[in-house]
């Protein structure tokens, strides 16, 4: 069974100061695909990341900062310096090799609000 | 930049009614997933498509829900009856082709049903 846990229902900061979003995983397959995607309150879903379980680099694109970690199955997301407009719920998914359709696991989401 | 469309955004609609939603996939993207978002939790898959082909629809209840993508490109899911329990929102999303993760699925901006 493929599972995603997001612990952190909602958290809350002021602008400017660094947020950590937990995400941890379970899988039997071998080979897969964490994601991350961003919820506005609009509704859409905006992608932000695709990591492959053979690729374990940590990866940075501007504020935002992937630790993808098998060792202990968790694919965290870290926001520096936050703003106002990183208020949103941000959901972390999981896509296994196995699972053909290419069908994504979501997780419940975690809640960010960022106070100015 | 390409968007997956759907209408209406909002649906408001009577308990034993029929309602219908509608997407419109990224041009060139032969794989179509519904997904129902329920408040406060994330997404699910309802059915998946190929072309006009049914990949996955194991979570499709299949006693009042029905879904059709008759020329492979744009899509309709439909309620009927509809269900206080059926309130949620309905995402459409769309990738280039089904191998897991292989590709980013893109989302629309979602239709959001009220059953009274």
């Known amino acids: 069974a493929q599972k995603v846990t997001q612990a952190q229902t909602e958290i809350s900061v002021v602008e400017k100061e660094d947020v950590t979003l937990d995400c941890v995983y379970e899988t039997r397959d071998t080979t897969y695909y964490l994601f991350w995607y961003k919820q506005p309150p609009s509704g859409e879903l905006v992608f932000l990341i695709r990591?492959?379980?053979?690729?374990?680099q940590n990866e940075i694109s501007g504020r935002y900062s992937w630790n993808f970690q098998k060792s202990t199955s968790s694919f965290n997301f870290t926001i520096t310096a936050s703003q106002v407009v990183d208020s949103a719920v941000y959901f972390c998914?999981?896509?296994?090799?196995?699972?053909?359709?290419?069908?994504?696991?979501f997780g419940q989401g975690t809640e960010l609000s960022v106070k100015p | 930049e390409a968007e997956v469309a759907q209408s209406p955004r909002y649906k408001i609609t009577e308990k034993s009614q029929a309602v219908a939603f509608w997407c419109d996939p990224i041009?060139?993207?032969?794989?179509l997933y519904w997904y129902r978002q329920i408040l406060g939790q994330g997404p699910e898959l309802l059915v998946q498509f190929q072309d006009e082909s049914v990949v996955d629809d194991s979570q499709l209840p299949k006693d009042r829900f029905s879904a059709e993508r008759l020329k492979g490109v744009d899509s309709t899911l439909k309620i009927q009856p509809a269900e206080l329990g059926d309130s949620a929102m309905y995402l459409c999303?769309?990738?280039?082709?089904?191998?897991?993760?292989?590709?980013?699925?893109?989302f629309g901006p979602g239709t959001r049903l009220t059953v009274t």
């Open positions: 998914a999981l896509s296994g090799l196995y699972n053909q359709g290419g069908k994504l696991i």
């Open positions: 999303a769309s990738s280039l082709a089904p191998r897991a993760g292989a590709y980013e699925q893109y």
């Open positions: 990591r492959n379980s053979f690729d374990e």
């Open positions: 041009s060139g993207h032969a794989t």
